[in-house]
């Protein structure tokens, strides 16, 4: 794949349900979710020839974008990141507009590694009809990362709300093809304390 395929990193959510904590800097595997997140997805950069990778945050001095430094990412501030997810993904879809592809990557999924990335990142080379290449789980329930064509960035720019790409992968009509990634990782999000803590027992992470 050739570069100038931007990898986005949703992280500018409000963390509403984890009772004051900030799920995105919650350790996993010994450092803040979010930089693994961002490391996952350059060595998946880096493998696969795309990039760059960007990361959406509700603005530049919030505490998220300490935990990135020394990371080869750029640091995109959301004005109006309080509207819900429809914002963060139109403000990265208007910044690389003119690209062939778009990437999008939740930051808040602890399971999600390099090679699902790259898996998606390299789905085209499979199936060059596509207008979307979905990660879904391992019995093909759909969730993250997407790979979106740029014939669909008008429908990025149109989101609002808490809508995170919905009516861009429907207007994809058929042309949706399927990354099955292992497990349920494609779609394993940890949005509140008690999340957390089953998870943590769950996997010893």
């Known amino acids: 794949m050739s570069r100038g395929v931007p990898l986005l990193i949703l992280a500018a ?13 919650e350790p996993v595997d010994g450092v803040p979710l979010l930089r693994r997140t961002a490391t996952e997805a350059l060595a998946a950069s880096r493998a696969t020839g795309s990039g760059p990778v960007t990361v959406l945050l509700p603005g530049l001095d919030h505490p998220r974008a300490a935990v990135l430094d020394g990371l080869d990412v750029a640091r995109m501030e959301v ?11 139109r403000t990265g879809a208007a910044a690389f507009a ?29 199936a060059p009809d596509a207008l979307v290449w979905r990660g879904v789980t391992e019995d093909g329930e759909p969730g993250h990362p997407i790979l979106f064509d740029a014939s669909l960035i008008p429908e990025l720019l149109r989101l609002s709300g808490d809508d995170g790409g919905r009516a861009a992968v429907s207007a994809a009509g058929k042309r949706l093809h399927l990354v099955h990634l292992p497990g349920r ?21």
């Open 185 to 205: 990782r494609a779609l394993r999000d940890l949005d509140t304390p008690e999340d957390w803590a089953a998870w943590r027992r769950e996997t010893g992470r």
């Open 98 to 126: 003119s690209l062939p592809r778009l990437l999008i990557l939740l930051g808040d999924m602890p399971e999600i590694g390099r090679e699902d990335i790259a898996a998606v990142l390299s789905a085209p080379g499979e």
């Open 13 to 25: 959510g409000a963390s509403r349900r984890m009772a004051g904590r900030d799920k995105l800097i």
């Open 79 to 89: 004005p109006d990141h309080a509207e819900g997810i429809g914002a963060t993904i």
